[in-house]
C-alpha cells in the first residue's frame, strides 16, 4: 500500500492526525461537561433551600470541574509525550485489521 511504501512520513502525518482528533475530542468532552455541571447548578440553584447546602453544592461543582479538567490535561500532556509509541501501535494494529478485512 502506500503508507507502506512511503514509511515514515505518512506514519507521522497519521500520527498528529490521530493526536489531533483525540485532543479535540478530549477538549469537546471538557465543555460539554462545564456546560452541563453549570447548567444543572444554575438550574437547581433556586431549589436548594439552605445556604449551607447551596455553597456544599457550588463547592462539589467547582471539585468535579476542576479535577476532570486537570486529569484531561495531563492526559493530553501524556499523549503529546508519546504519541509516536500510542498511535503507532494504533496504527499498526488498524492496518492488520484492514489487511485482515475486519475494517
Known amino acids: 500500500m502506500a503508507e507502506q511504501a512511503l514509511g515514515a512520513p505518512i506514519e507521522a502525518a497519521r500520527i498528529e492526525t490521530m493526536y489531533r482528533n483525540d485532543c479535540r ?6 465543555v460539554l461537561l462545564w456546560a452541563v455541571i453549570l447548567f444543572v447548578l444554575i438550574m437547581t440553584w433556586p431549589y ?3 445556604t449551607r ?3 456544599i453544592t457550588a463547592i462539589g461543582a467547582a471539585a468535579i470541574l476542576i479535577f476532570n479538567t486537570a486529569s484531561i490535561r495531563a492526559m493530553v500532556k501524556h499523549y503529546e509525550e508519546d504519541k509516536e509509541f500510542i ?4 496504527i499498526e494494529h488498524l492496518d492488520a485489521m484492514r489487511q485482515r478485512g475486519r475494517i
Open 53 to 55: 447546602i447551596a455553597v
Open 25 to 30: 475530542g478530549a477538549w469537546t468532552l471538557v
Open 87 to 90: 498511535y503507532s501501535l494504533d
Open 48 to 50: 436548594i433551600p439552605d
